[in-house]
T-cell receptor, first 112, second 112 residues
Framework: DQQVKQNSPSLSVQEGRISILNCDYTNSMFDYFLWYKKYPAEGPTFLISISSIKDKNEDGRFTVFLNKSAKHLSLHIVPSQPGDSAVYFCAASGVSNYQLIWGAGTKLIIKP | KAGVTQTPRYLIKTRGQQVTLSCSPISGHRSVSWYQQTPGQGLQFLFEYFSETQRNKGNFPGRFSGRQFSNSRSEMNVSTLELGDSALYLC???????????FGPGTRLTVT
């Protein structure tokens, strides 16, 4: 039972354009969401997070949007750069514990 | 400060054997989590230790176990290895909250 789903295994975007990565969840108890970026042969690195009391959080080129009614979040990267090519994971948690539930990841490829 | 280190980086074992993986967290971090990543899957949570106590546990069989020492270093053990245990095992140390979760490079375990 996948509680966090990233339905696109891969996404190809032109350099300079917007990249939009999507994530859906099923557990309404989740109230904290994180995005991680992972390069080959490295562990994931934290990118940006959002709590359920917000619907948007920005950090430079990265913005995460949360739609609680639809149980959907998305990560926008504007503008996309070659160094953004990586696998992006969405993860979710309830505030009361320290366990993350992860999506399967989306491989983002930025084309020059 | 030094990041999260995991040893060994690569390991090849045969079915039925047991294996021990090690993780040294970032200095000052008391929480260590372990994850399993298999191809096409997100990270699956194994367990989390905080101040030498297991605080959270995922849905893995009892063959998977862990412990944490007084210096916060952690080990995980897998007994009676199965082919399906072949995976990347990631360790993460955490500061004050989940957004401060830093991952090591992982141990690639291959079971033949």
């Amino acid at each position: 039972d996948q509680q966090v789903k990233q339905n696109s295994p891969s996404l190809s975007v032109q350099e300079g354009r917007i990249s939009i990565l999507n994530c859906d969840y099923t557990n309404s108890m989740f109230d904290y969401f994180l995005w991680y970026k992972k390069y080959p042969a490295e562990g994931p690195t934290f990118l940006i997070s959002i709590s359920s009391i917000k619907d948007k959080n920005e950090d430079g080129r990265f913005t995460v949007f949360l739609n609680k009614s639809a149980k959907h979040l998305s990560l926008h990267i504007v503008p996309s750069q070659p160094g953004d090519s990586a696998v992006y994971f969405c993860a979710a948690s309830g505030v009361s514990n320290y366990q993350l539930i992860w999506g399967a990841g989306t491989k983002l490829i930025i084309k020059p | 400060k030094a990041g999260v280190t995991q040893t060994p980086r690569y390991l090849i074992k045969t079915r039925g054997q047991q294996v021990t993986l090690s993780c040294s967290p970032i200095s000052g971090h008391r929480s260590v989590s372990w994850y399993q990543q298999t191809p096409g899957q997100g990270l699956q949570f194994l367990f989390e230790y905080f101040s030498e106590t297991q605080r959270n546990k995922g849905n893995f069989p009892g063959r998977f176990s862990g412990r944490q020492f007084s210096n916060s270093r952690s080990e995980m053990n897998v007994s009676t290895l199965e082919l399906g245990d072949s995976a990347l095992y990631l360790c993460a140390s955490m500061g004050d909250d989940l957004s401060e979760q830093y991952f090591g490079p992982g141990t690639r375990l291959t079971v033949t």
